[in-house]
Structures are given as structure tokens and as C-alpha cells.
């Protein structure tokens, strides 16, 4: 893995790999940089949500809300930072996976957690998802969705699962603010000071699964 202050465009020198073209990586490398999403919640019938607290959702909080998005890829391994920067507390969280037999494969998100990959649905569209139904998936899952919908412009959209029943969707409208995401931008409540990216998260939802 990259060191939180390593990022892609400091590995600019270096030679990318090349990825066919509507693969996982191709995607990856359209996607870089650091977005700006709006972010709102519904539920199921698609009335808006004001609070996601008691669906269980893993960062629960009002809506709608703002993020800053940091999308690091260098062609090898992810780190993806969301930061709220408006409607909820400053938080920030990262995950981070890295590229195996042309999957995006993140790292284990807690003890007893489902494998969370990254899957293409073609040019602009990925999936993260788990990649085999298991009991963890009964305990939380929520697929996540995104599509690049014009230069610089993105959706996101995910569907929460709790104890095996859809509870609500969220949808994230996103502009690309820069399409590096080597220093933290003037919207970071963090600061423009310090490390773009977290320790990565790590839940403990599914842990009575192994203990």
C-alpha cells in the first residue's frame, strides 16, 4: 500500500499500467481526483429522509449533507477519503483497496466483514459491491454505484441493506473540483495542513461473526 501522504500524482513519473478500455482501471483512472458531492437520502418510495440514524446506516447523520471526495488511484491501489463539509460533523473516513486479477479489491472493512470489490458496468460505471452473499451481507451491506455522467460530473447512488431488508437509497451529485488529490483542498475543515487521506476504517458490525 501507499503511505497516506503518498499519492497518485507523486507517482506521476512512473509509468501507469494500461487498462482496457471500459475496465475497472480505465474507470479508476477517469475518476481521480477530488469531488465535491451533494449528497441526499430518500426513502425507499423516494421521499426524502431528514435522518438515516435509525436505518443503521454506517455513517448515520441529517440530510442533505455536502462531502469532499478524494479519489487516489495510481493505477495500483485506492484510497478514497469522504469528508463532510457541510449539513453534518467535519468527518472524514477512508478506505482503501488495491487492483487484483482486474478487480478493484478493498481492503477487509472489519472482522467478520463480506469482501467489498469493485466491479465495471462499462465506460463511467462502477460497482462496489460484495463479491459473494454471506451472512455479513445479512448484517449490513449497501452497494454503491457510480456513474460519470458528463466532464467533471458524477452520480452516486447506494441502497442500504440492514439485517437483509432494503431501508433506504442515497444519492450523491458530484463535481470534480481538481483532478489531482496530491494536498487537502480549501473546503477540508481538517486544514489545508496534513495528510489527504485517513487510517483506513475498519467497522465492528460483523465481529460477533468470528468471536
Known amino acids: 500500500m ?9 507517482k506521476s513519473t512512473n509509468h501507469y499500467p494500461t487498462f482496457p478500455v471500459g475496465s475497472v482501471g ?8 477530488i469531488w465535491h458531492d451533494q449528497v ?32 487516489d488511484f495510481d493505477g495500483y ?4 477519503t469522504n469528508v463532510h463539509i457541510r449539513g453534518r460533523e467535519p468527518v472524514a473516513k477512508t478506505f482503501a483497496g488495491r487492483m487484483q486479477d482486474n478487480l478493484l479489491v478493498f481492503d477487509a472493512l472489519g472482522p467478520g466483514a463480506y469482501e467489498n470489490v469493485g466491479v465495471s458496468g462499462g465506460v463511467g460505471l462502477l460497482t462496489f459491491n460484495a463479491r459473494q452473499l454471506d451472512a455479513a451481507c445479512n448484517v449490513y451491506m449497501e452497494p454503491d454505484f457510480i456513474m460519470l455522467t458528463a466532464p467533471g460530473q458524477r452520480v452516486r447512488h447506494t441502497v442500504l441493506y ?5 431501508v433506504r ?7 470534480r473540483l ?8 480549501e473546503l477540508d475543515p481538517r486544514g489545508l495542513s496534513g495528510p489527504v487521506h485517513e487510517a483506513p476504517f475498519q467497522a465492528k458490525i460483523w465481529q460477533h461473526l468470528v468471536t
Request: hydrophobic share 25%; net charge negative; charged share 20%.
Open 2 to 10: 501507499t503511505s497516506s501522504t503518498e499519492t497518485c500524482t507523486e
Open 26 to 33: 480505465y474507470n479508476l483512472m477517469l475518476m481521480r481526483g
Open 40 to 71: 441526499e437520502l430518500f426513502h425507499l418510495d423516494g421521499r426524502p429522509l431528514q435522518d438515516d440514524t435509525s436505518a443503521g446506516s454506517g455513517t448515520p447523520g441529517p440530510s442533505p449533507f455536502d462531502n469532499l471526495v478524494y479519489l
Open 77 to 80: 491501489t485506492l484510497k478514497l
Open 162 to 166: 440492514r439485517n437483509g431488508d432494503a
Open 169 to 175: 437509497t442515497l444519492t450523491a451529485r458530484g463535481t
Open 178 to 185: 481538481s483532478p489531482l488529490c496530491d494536498r487537502r483542498h
